[in-house]
């Protein structure tokens, strides 16, 4: 009568599997999951038992005694749980709870083998790329363009424009900052949900243009405006490495309006900036440009007592630039010597250089523009009545008499004033004033020409500024010396016109002093 009953011994496992399309259902060729860890809880709630799955992603808990049971799955990094108990067939579902990794609790029978408690893993993904600079703003990658550091990446979530502030993890994701090889990378995304990647603008740079050319992988993704990619949507597993941006260094011109105290054109030492020179930068057409590369408006430049002036975050392109002297002052002479950053590039009638090329990041500081302050030479033209080589009250002016301006060797000079090429030449008006304006600093002779009938008094006679400074012989006077800024108006000429006196010598026959 002594009898022992035997309970058959009960087991519970099966597998944790990828599941790579994030539909809870073991598919075809979805892998197991090796190295999950699988605890077994009793109906209290307390851990009986852990261990791990193999290889395969199987795992398994034999020789239980009959009861309730339930199982908790822990969920490794790099994966989120599959959705819970989907489809219709419990045994290729995933049935761990994707919040706590437990599943329902269930009763083993004595000798059962339950092999359906499975657990889904959705594989994190990732993005990222490359920042580059754009050195031919073409808005593809080309060979030898290099990474760009320091340029702020932030991930956001496209359905709300948010930040996304942590991984598939669980842990904090924070915007990034690029490497020295313009590298950045967002690992650990839940591929439930759609990103948007922002790139920030760093100082001195633009945006190239989005989506250029044919291939993803070398092109520009960041709207030029906002800085943000079109939505991502990432597949689990997926590790998408095309989401890159181009910044093109914008450029500048600029340099120094100086005061060219010699009217020589070039930059010499002691020479110094001026200031309320007008600086506008043009297009290579001559309009004004409106707007840097950044939408920032441009205004016309005056300059300070440096003499200085800049154009910066230009976008690459033809430039020209137009010079407006201050008050008193004009432009010097165009592209003297051979030293280009010496010398003044404004064109000294219209005040425009010529056309200057930027490239990408270039600074162009040699865009100098010389100015002084022209001398003026001439007075006055008399009739000197009475021949003392003085002027005289009373004595007229002479109007209409040419005078010419020679340099100091008494070759004929260009009329400063014009573009033409012209001898500087003018006439004394009604009341015998002539002038010569505009002139550079520098030696000069004036030369008169005497009106028909006439001839020039005797010069240099007492007073300088009332004497006749024309040489008798050939009506040109000493040479004048004339400082930046010199107004010399002694130079004067006086003519007079020779007298007659005569009649007839006769035989007076008679005797009486008349001629009869």
Do not use: C, K, M
């Not at 009898?3 to 598919?27: E, F, K, M, T, Y």
């Amino acid at each position: 009568t002594w009898d022992a009953g035997l309970v058959p011994l009960a087991s519970i496992g099966d597998r944790a599997w990828i599941d790579s399309n994030d539909n809870g259902i073991q598919d075809a060729g979805e892998t197991g999951l090796a190295g999950v860890t699988v605890n077994l809880y009793n109906s209290s709630g307390a851990q009986v038992a852990t261990t791990t799955t193999d290889s395969n992603g199987n795992y398994l808990f034999s020789d239980l005694p009959p009861g309730d049971y339930s199982l908790g799955f822990v969920r490794p990094n790099g994966y989120l749980f599959s959705p819970q108990n989907q489809g219709s067939d419990d045994a290729v579902d995933s049935d761990a709870n994707p919040a706590t990794g437990r599943t329902i609790t269930t009763t083993l029978s004595p000798g059962e083998n339950d092999l359906t408690w499975d657990a889904g893993f959705v594989p994190l993904a990732a993005l990222g790329d490359i920042i580059w600079r754009d050195n031919d703003g073409d808005g593809i990658q080309d060979a030898g363009e290099p990474g760009l550091a320091g340029v702020t990446v932030t991930l956001l979530n496209a359905a709300t424009g948010n930040p996304v502030t942590t991984d598939g993890n669980g842990n904090p994701i924070s915007p990034v900052t690029t490497t020295g090889t313009g590298a950045y990378a967002f690992t650990n995304l839940s591929p439930r949900l759609d990103y948007i990647v922002q790139f920030s603008l760093p100082a001195g740079y633009i945006r190239s243009p989005q989506n250029q050319g044919g291939n993803d992988a070398v092109d520009s993704d960041a709207d030029v405006t906002t800085g943000r990619t079109a939505t991502i949507a990432l597949d689990p597993g997926q590790t998408d490495n095309t989401w890159d941006a181009g910044y093109s260094p914008l450029s500048s011109l600029g340099d120094f309006i100086w005061n060219d105290v010699d009217g020589d054109g070039i930059q010499d030492a002691g020479e110094s900036g001026i200031a309320g020179a007008v600086v506008t930068l043009l297009d290579g057409s001559g309009n004004p440009v409106p707007t840097d590369a950044l939408g920032n408006a441009i205004s016309p430049i005056t300059t300070t007592g440096t003499g200085a002036y800049s154009f910066t975050n230009l976008p690459a392109g033809t430039y020209q630039i137009r010079v407006v002297p201050p008050t008193g002052y004009v432009l010097t002479l165009q592209n003297q010597g051979a030293d280009d950053t010496a010398d003044s590039d404004a064109d000294r009638f219209t005040g425009v250089t010529a056309n200057i090329a930027l490239g990408w990041g270039e600074h162009n500081p040699t865009i100098d523009a010389g100015v002084f302050r022209p001398a003026s030479l001439g007075d006055f033209v008399w009739e000197d009545l009475n021949y003392n080589g003085q002027q005289d009250s009373g004595e007229p002016a002479v109007a209409g008499v040419t005078v010419r301006l020679l340099d100091n060797s008494g070759n004929p000079i260009d009329d400063p004033n014009t573009a033409d090429t012209q001898n500087y030449v003018t006439t004394t008006n009604a009341s015998g004033i002539y002038s010569f304006t505009g002139l550079f600093p520098g030696s000069y002779i004036v030369e008169f020409v005497a009106p028909t009938g006439s001839e020039f008094t005797q010069p240099n006679v007492g007073p300088d500024t009332t004497d006749s400074d024309a040489n008798v012989t050939t009506g040109r006077t000493g040479v004048y010396t004339l400082a930046a800024g010199d107004s010399n108006l002694t130079a004067d000429a006086g003519i007079f016109y020779r007298a007659s006196l005569g009649d007839r010598v006769w035989v007076d026959i008679n005797n009486n002093g008349l001629q009869d």
